[in-house]
Every structure is written in C-alpha cells, then in structure tokens.
C-alpha cells in the first residue's frame, strides 16, 4: 500500500504549526509571512505583481537571523525553478535562506540558530 499526499499535513498546515511554536518560544523575536501563494482574482493578483511581488519568494522572514525559511510539506514538497533561483540569490547576498520540509525541520534550524 502507497502512502498518499494527504497522509502528511499540508504545506499550510505545517507553517501554522512551526510558527505557533516559534511564536511560543521566541516571543520577542519577529516572523513575517510573505503570501506569494495561493488562487487570486486576477485584478487582485495583477496588483500584487505591480506591488512587487515576487514568484518563488520564501515563505517566512525572521529579519534578527537574517533568515528566509520556504516551507514544503514532509514528504512530497517541491522546490520550483523560481525558489531555487531566489534561495541561492539571497544566500548570495547574506541572507540565510532555507528550505524546510515540515515544522519540525524548521525547528531544529530555529534550535541550531539560535544555540537552544
């Protein structure tokens, strides 16, 4: 037997969860989603585009690591053309941009960062 797609949570649904906790435990420290997902109305899409919008940007910001996190699910998860180009531009620049498949992954990086 295979397992499915749905047998793990939803990209969605592990974000909420890493950030729940991070907001827990780091109470002082600010997190930042950027919403470049998800099904628009064209108008409304169009606009987001001319404000700047960027297709493939990360999904989370923690500007006191200097850190962009980009979100997949645990299993099944797929970096596109666009997050690969824009993970290794801000690594580049002196960011730390990474992708974390699921909200455990995205703990540990927290926990390793920040020496806990």
Not at 48 to 64: C, R, T, W
Not at 85 to 96: F, H, Q, R, V
């Amino acid at each position: 037997m295979s397992i499915t797609k749905t047998a793990y949570p939803s990209e969605h649904q592990e974000q909420v969860k890493f950030v729940s906790w991070f907001r827990r435990n780091y109470p002082s420290m600010k997190i930042a989603a950027i919403p470049n997902g998800g099904h628009r109305h064209k108008v409304t899409a169009m606009k987001m585009k001319m404000e700047g919008q960027s297709k493939g940007f990360p999904d989370l910001f923690i500007p006191e690591l200097k850190l962009f996190i980009e979100m997949k699910r645990q299993k099944g998860g797929v970096l596109s053309q666009d997050q690969k180009d824009w993970i290794a531009y801000l690594n580049t620049i002196g960011y730390d941009a990474h992708v974390c498949k699921g909200a455990e992954a995205a703990k540990e990086l927290i926990l390793m960062k920040t020496n806990n």
